[in-house]
Nanobody, 124 residues
Framework: QVQLVESGGGLVQAGGSLRLSCVAS????????MGWFRQGPGKEREFVAA????????HYADSVKGRFTISRDNAKNTVYLQMNSLKPEDTAVYYC?????????????????WGQGTQVTVSS
């Protein structure tokens, strides 16, 4: 079992930056590929970014590529999402998740452990 706790969300103006953190407990986070997902108002939850177990490979949704950076510090059992050049359409609850079923695509059903989410609001 893995418990995930996100933090770092908040209200920011368009063009600003935020850094989200996800701290894991229960099992070492290096056992899992990790991902960030988000759910905007009235929208389905969507994939944002993912990172391999030791950080050598990262993947991003087209909508955030070049603006967001996922990273991890396994010694601290923590995964990060650095978000720059934020846009109002980035407004969402952001969730950290651990992949428990290996897949070739980043889909929710492959992620068995989830945090409670942190709200990010970008004002125009």
């Amino acid at each position: 079992q893995v418990q995930l706790v996100e933090s770092g969300g908040g209200l920011v103006q368009a063009g600003g930056s935020l850094r989200l953190s996800c701290v894991a407990s229960g099992r070492t986070v290096s056992m899992y590929r990790m991902g960030w997902f988000r759910q905007g108002p009235g929208k389905e939850r969507e994939f944002v970014a993912a990172i391999s177990r030791y950080g050598g490979s990262t993947h991003y949704a087209d909508s955030v590529k070049g603006r967001f950076t996922i990273s991890r510090d396994n010694a601290k059992n923590t995964v990060y999402l650095q978000m720059n050049s934020l846009k109002p359409e980035d407004t969402a609850v952001y969730y950290c998740a651990a992949e428990t079923t290996y897949g070739s695509t980043w889909v929710e059903k492959n992620f068995g452990f989830w945090g409670q989410g942190t709200q990010v609001t970008v004002s125009s």
